[in-house]
């Protein structure tokens, strides 16, 4: 296998392979295949394909996206995982999210490794669980790329950057009260003592503002308690969905939720962070150099696991993600590779 990469093909035939989170395994067996066919270094880490050698001379680089997808909604006229052409459209499961960052970022890398070699190590990384941000998908190869000078984050942005993105943390909380018999009016109702934690959490006020990205956001998302109508419940729990930005960071909005609760507060997780890139970074300075527009992100990539300065830009719109007929025009996939070639090139390291 030799020559330019026929992305249109290899995105046709990488669709039509099943690759819902945690479920790559052909897939990835698939993408493996093609990149050795192309002479290619690649190593694979659980379904995760790393192609490039970490550790060689010149500045790191990666551009990285995703093979794995959502399940599919209801509302799908035709099979999600048997692509369809239609003129300028290819209809499928992925192709949007983000089997189209895939293919341009694999035709990018084919085109530019050995034109940037003398000046930066380019690395590609095709990553598993994404959509589920999983313990088994980016951050299981990170520690073998090492450190990173830059990463290129490939997501449908209609190639415009994202240079921030919003975080994401989830947190369970309980609250106790006594248990007693409600005609009698005994016992401490959890459920009036949650409630006092809800109105707290909704007048949290965050006055600094971000330069790329809404307030952070905490809402009550789901509550619940009680056994039977006639019993004070002792217990009350609910579900708070925080959003961080740059200025404030998941651990911060902990610390500020717990101060105003009576509920013990667990998080399920603070590793989804908030991002916020440097003005003076290469990336950024590569960003004003071709002409584009910076933005913040409110939806979640796997920049949120990313340790190093990142950039999101790839080709499609992210309205079309995890839509029953997504879809990805043909004029997008070649904006995509021109587009990320053109700002490898103004990438000065």
Same mark, same amino acid.
């Given at each position: ?49 790393? &192609? @490039? %050698? +970490?550790?060689?001379?010149?500045? #790191? *680089?990666?551009?990285?996206?995703? =093979?794995?997808?959502?399940?599919? !909604? ?78 290129? &984050? @490939? %997501? +449908?942005?209609?190639?415009?950057? #994202? *240079?921030?993105?919003?975080?994401? =943390?989830?947190?369970?909380?309980? !609250? ?174």
């Amino acid at each position: 296998m030799s020559g330019e990469i026929q992305y249109i093909d290899l995105l046709l035939e990488m669709l039509s392979i099943p690759a819902v989170s945690k479920e790559e395994a052909q897939r990835s067996d698939f993408l493996e295949s093609y990149m050795k066919g192309m002479g290619w270094p690649v190593r694979r880490i659980q379904h995760n394909l790393l &192609v @490039g %050698e +970490p550790g060689a001379p010149g500045a #790191a *680089v990666l551009l990285n996206s995703h =093979m794995d997808t959502v399940p599919p !909604v209801e509302g799908w006229k035709s099979d999600p995982f048997c692509p369809v052409e239609r003129g300028e459209k290819i209809m499928g499961l992925g192709s949007n999210d983000a089997g189209a960052s895939v293919v341009t970022m694999m035709a990018t890398y084919h085109q530019m490794r050995e034109r940037l070699g003398k000046r930066m190590n380019l690395m590609l990384l095709i990553s598993a669980e994404e959509e589920v941000s999983g313990s088994n998908g980016i951050t299981s190869v990170l520690p073998i790329v090492g450190e990173l000078q830059a990463v290129i &984050v @490939g %997501e +449908p942005t209609g190639m415009a950057p #994202a *240079v921030a993105e919003r975080g994401l =943390m989830v947190l369970d909380g309980e !609250v106790g009260g006594k248990a007693g018999h409600a005609a009698r009016n005994e016992g401490k109702n959890a459920i009036y003592e949650a409630i006092e934690d809800v109105g707290a959490i909704g007048q949290l006020e965050f006055t600094e503002e971000s330069e790329w990205l809404p307030r952070p956001g905490a809402q009550v998302t789901m509550i619940s308690a009680g056994t039977r109508h006639n019993v004070v419940p002792d217990i009350c729990r609910y579900v708070v969905d925080v959003r961080s930005n740059d200025r404030y960071g998941n651990e911060r909005l902990l610390k500020m939720i717990r101060s105003v609760c009576k509920a013990e507060l667990t998080p399920r997780s603070t590793r989804l962070k908030s991002s916020g890139l440097d003005r003076d970074h290469l990336l950024m300075k590569a960003i004003h150099a071709v002409g584009l527009e910076p933005f913040g992100s409110s939806t979640l990539s796997d920049m949120a696991l990313i340790p190093y300065p990142a950039v999101k830009m790839g080709p499609g719109e992210s309205s079309r993600s995890h839509t029953a007929g997504e879809y990805i025009l043909k004029s997008e996939l070649e904006q995509g590779v021109e587009g990320y070639c053109r700002f490898l090139e103004h990438i000065e390291v």
